[in-house]
């Protein structure tokens, strides 16, 4: 990734949310979410709880992702994560940033381990495209 790009990503790492726009997989139309974000190294990841929301459906159809943060715009390609090692990083990634967040994380997860509830949560790595 490109130097400027880099400064961007990593001044506005320590933020707490992004804007998503993304593709209707039907309607082929821009759609755009705010959601939570993970910058790690030269990648952007996004976490979700629920793998059945619209834009997680979406993205994983057309997986262009157009992201804002702070001002700063970045674009790139998503990949949804399915490595159960690749999803256990990128949660430990989240319990760091979103430390005020770790009780409700593991109610979900004990919930989870004894057949509550069922465990939906998933990501993408996105990759940043070098600017044009």
């Known amino acids: 990734m490109d130097t400027s790009r880099s400064d961007a990503l990593q001044r506005v790492a320590q933020r707490q949310t992004l804007t998503l726009t993304h593709v209707g997989r039907k309607s082929g139309k821009p759609y755009r979410v705010t959601i939570w974000f993970i910058a790690a190294g030269d990648k952007i990841f996004l976490p979700t709880a629920n793998v ?3 834009w997680v459906r979406n993205l994983r159809q057309t ?6 943060i702070g001002g700063e715009k ?3 390609a998503a990949r949804f994560i399915t490595d ?7 949660m430990a990634l989240v319990r760091g940033k979103y430390w005020m967040f770790i009780p409700m994380i593991a109610i ?3 919930l989870g381990a004894i057949g509550i509830v069922k465990d ?3 990501g993408f790595e996105v990759t940043l495209s070098s600017p044009s």
């Open 52 to 54: 059945n929301r619209q």
């Open 63 to 68: 997986p262009l992702a157009r992201l804002e």
């Open 74 to 76: 970045f674009e790139g």
């Open 84 to 90: 159960p090692d690749e999803r256990a990083r990128i």
């Open 108 to 110: 979900a997860q004990l």
């Open 120 to 122: 939906n949560s998933g």
